[in-house]
């Protein structure tokens, strides 16, 4: 399962690189559309929609989301979705809690799945374009916050294998640990001092920088639990089964899903205090 992983992530890491690098904002919109896609069919399942036209349903309709948002990327319209997503993520926090302390017959969902998919795919992938958006850097930007996150998952992984203990959240995802996320924490820490160097950012910034990416890693890992959460109610094991060694797509992005929204959220509101 590990060779399978290592061997999917060294074909997928470079098309994602070259992608936010050498694409325009437009084809990578487009591409990352792709993605969130196909995402969008492996949560309609998880929904419940069972039949073949149900679920294409769903996905054309997240697809619409996405080429409405392109279009007012740049309007008020964005930035009402990204505050309402961080709210729907303080919600997903009690969420998590609650399958945490309560028993699998008395947890209820707040919202329907098929509205909470919106919630989680549409917003990152807006975030996603409007960073990438954000001249001359953009481009820069984002490949850091995919670093910064992908860093995050490696060190919670291997933490977690060599020193995992005591379990974050037993009944949602009983595979992650606090030394895991410790570890998480570290390494993101380690990745905003290393770009913090490259783009010369020194004395407070330095610090609300840092604090940000710990809470982009923080949301990510909220992310991860939230679709472990939504499988189990689903009672399925992986979203698909599209790459090798990773399960399906949404599994492969579902720390994207909140730390996205949460990263621009936070840029957004530390510019708006500067």
């Known amino acids: ?14 098309v994602f690189v070259f992608s936010v690098l050498y694409l325009d904002t437009t084809w990578f919109a487009l ?7 196909l995402a969008a069919w492996e949560w309609a399942e998880i929904a419940g929609f069972g039949s073949r036209p149900a679920r294409v349903a769903y996905t054309l309709l997240i697809i619409f989301l996405l080429a409405v948002f392109f279009v007012f990327r740049f309007s008020q319209l964005s930035l009402w979705l990204i505050t309402l997503s961080l709210f729907w ?7 998590v809690l609650a399958y945490q302390k309560q028993t699998a ?10 509205v909470i998919g919106i919630l989680v795919l549409v917003p990152p992938w807006l975030s996603l374009i409007v960073l990438h958006s954000d001249e001359p850097d953009g481009a820069i930007l984002v490949l850091f916050l995919l670093v910064l996150i992908w860093s995050a998952d490696i060190a919670a992984f291997f933490c977690g294998r060599r020193w995992g203990k005591n379990k974050l959240a037993s009944r949602v ?3 992650k640990s606090w030394e895991g996320l410790y570890g998480a924490l570290a390494a993101s820490g380690v990745m905003a001092l290393i770009y913090a160097s490259y783009r010369q950012i020194q004395g407070s910034d330095l610090l609300i920088f840092t604090g940000i990416c710990l809470i982009t ?13 939504m499988k189990r109610i689903a009672s399925v094991k ?13 599994d492969r992005i579902d720390s994207l899903t909140a730390a ?7 840029i957004w509101l530390w510019e708006k205090l500067t």
Do not use: C, Y
């Not at 996205?260 to 936070?266: D, E, I, Y």
């Open 1 to 14: 399962m590990l060779k399978q992983r290592i061997i999917t992530a060294l074909v997928l890491v470079p």
């Open 173 to 175: 995802s009983p595979g």
């Open 105 to 114: 017959n008395s947890f209820k969902l707040p919202l329907p799945a098929a």
């Open 217 to 229: 890693v923080l949301a990510s890992i909220l992310g991860d639990l939230l679709e472990s959460l």
């Open 238 to 250: 992986d979203s698909g089964s599209l790459l090798p060694g990773h399960g399906g797509v949404l």
């Open 31 to 37: 591409l990352m559309a792709v993605v969130i896609a």
């Open 89 to 95: 993520w303080a919600v997903a926090i009690g969420l």
């Open 260 to 266: 996205l929204p949460v990263f621009l959220g936070t």
